[in-house]
């Protein structure tokens, strides 16, 4: 690391036991030369602590910022695919502090707009659910050109890296994140005489624009998740969906690739 990347800010849950653990972590980076600050703003390294979901959580936190690095430590019993170090692998952090034994990896993250003014950015899915029992209609867009026509309980549309987890329960894809895309993913569609939709997942080029216009039909109060977070908008009209051109960068080790860790969290 170069001296002006040694600003590190720690994101995780104030928990008890996690406390005593960060601690230690923050010894451990003071003595490496690292200054650890407490606004994150202030840092060229967000570390976040805990698994997937705090990871998320820390990049959303702090404004998916693509002027710093991102680093996932993993706690005991997290099953995480964006997180390399784990916090009771002190020396396995120590040693890639030392050696240089990390990569930066680059990762795309989805813009969305809704009806036409408020805008989101996402690093894993944007999820659109029917907000009641009952399934809802969305025209699907491929730029300017209408697709499908789609009911059922919704759809995912998720970056390469989106929950790999999520699309897997849908027979959606495993991307490789190298891939600048987007992937759609129907949830229980509804086939017949007049609603008529591909039936499986399918990839878009990260230079596509997917527009879903909700059909007004009385079910036009969708939820709407961004990663792992409900958004509180109610009345929805036109989703506006498209690969940013910004991106986060996150440290890797060179040993453990995005296809180690579905290996080993899969198969």
């Known amino acids: 690391m170069t001296d002006n990347r040694r600003n590190v800010y720690f994101y995780y849950k104030k928990e008890n036991e996690l406390v005593q653990k960060v601690k230690g972590l923050t010894s451990l980076a003071e003595e490496q030369g690292f200054k650890v600050v407490p606004d994150s703003q202030q840092a060229n390294i967000i570390v976040s602590i805990g698994g997937d979901g705090t990871f998320l959580q820390a990049v959303r936190k702090t404004n998916f910022r693509a002027d710093c690095l991102y680093v996932g430590i993993s706690v005991k019993g997290t099953v995480s695919l964006y997180c390399d170090f784990k916090i009771e692998e002190t020396d396995k952090i120590i040693e890639a502090m030392k050696e240089a034994q990390i990569e930066v990896r680059r990762y795309p993250i989805l813009d969305v707009t809704i009806d036409g003014h ?42 390469p890296t989106g929950s790999t987890a999520y699309n897997k329960s849908v027979q959606g894809a495993v991307v490789d994140p190298l891939l600048p895309c987007l992937q759609v993913s129907e949830l229980a569609s509804l086939n017949n005489n007049k609603y008529r939709t591909l039936g499986s997942p399918f990839i878009l080029s990260g230079d596509r624009k997917l527009t879903l216009k909700i059909v007004q039909d009385g079910n036009d109060h969708p939820v709407i998740g961004m990663d792992n977070d409900a958004l509180s908008i109610r009345h929805v009209e036109k989703i506006e969906l498209s690969l940013s051109q910004s991106i986060i960068k996150t440290v890797k080790l060179k040993d453990n690739s995005f296809w180690e860790k579905v290996k080993r969290t899969f198969l």
Not at 118 to 141: A, M, P, W
């Open 118 to 159: 408020t805008t989101f950015q996402s690093l894993n899915e944007c999820s659109i659910r029917s907000g009641i029992i009952k399934t809802f209609v969305i025209d699907v867009f491929i730029d300017d050109l209408h697709f499908e026509t789609f009911r059922g309980d919704g759809m995912i549309i998720s970056t």
